[in-house]
């Protein structure tokens, strides 16, 4: 499949079969997202790997969007390794280096037949508290995967796009 018919099928799975993904499976999704470009090359991401039951309960306490995914990923950056402008205080490129390496992820696991969804709704502080991450890390986001429930379909707004027009503008 070429990358335009797969970033068309991708969608976000909010339910999840409950088999668990193959190892070699998720080793080339984690591998995809270490691929990754990072603000010169540091690499702050730091992915979690949660799938103990014990740990996937935690997840569920921190949000109601897991959808019942055998795998939760948690994205995080490390703020002593991402990039700091030095020419604006206070921009720095650690979201958008874990964005990317998510994305990637997201992809790679599309490629695989394992589905995913990107999720924001969650508190980083408590995030953070509960599964016990280290003080210069910051979560960024949530990423449920696994195989797509036999019923699992893609939202109404899925295909909804605006026009380029809208989106795009030459200056």
Excluded: C
């Amino acid at each position: 499949m070429n990358f335009t018919d797969l970033a068309k099928e991708r969608y976000s799975v909010r339910k999840f079969d409950p088999r668990p993904i193959e190892e070699e499976k998720l080793r080339a999704i984690l591998e995809a997202g270490n691929l990754a470009p990072t603000a010169k090359n540091l690499q702050p991401q730091r992915i979690y790997v949660v799938r103990s039951e014990e740990n996937l309960e935690k997840i569920r306490s921190l949000t109601t969007s897991h959808y019942g995914a055998p795998v939760v990923l948690l994205f995080a950056y490390d703020t002593a390794e991402e990039w700091q402008n030095p020419l604006e205080a206070g921009v720095h490129s650690g979201p958008q280096d874990v964005s990317i390496a998510a994305t990637h992820i997201m992809l790679k696991a599309a490629e695989l037949g394992i589905g995913s969804v990107w999720v924001n709704r969650f508190a980083p502080t408590e995030t953070k508290r509960v599964m016990g991450l280290p003080e210069n890390e910051v979560p960024l986001l949530l990423m449920p995967i696994g195989y797509a429930a036999p019923d699992a379909a893609p939202s109404e707004r899925h295909t909804v796009r605006k026009p380029l027009s809208e989106t795009v503008k030459e200056i």
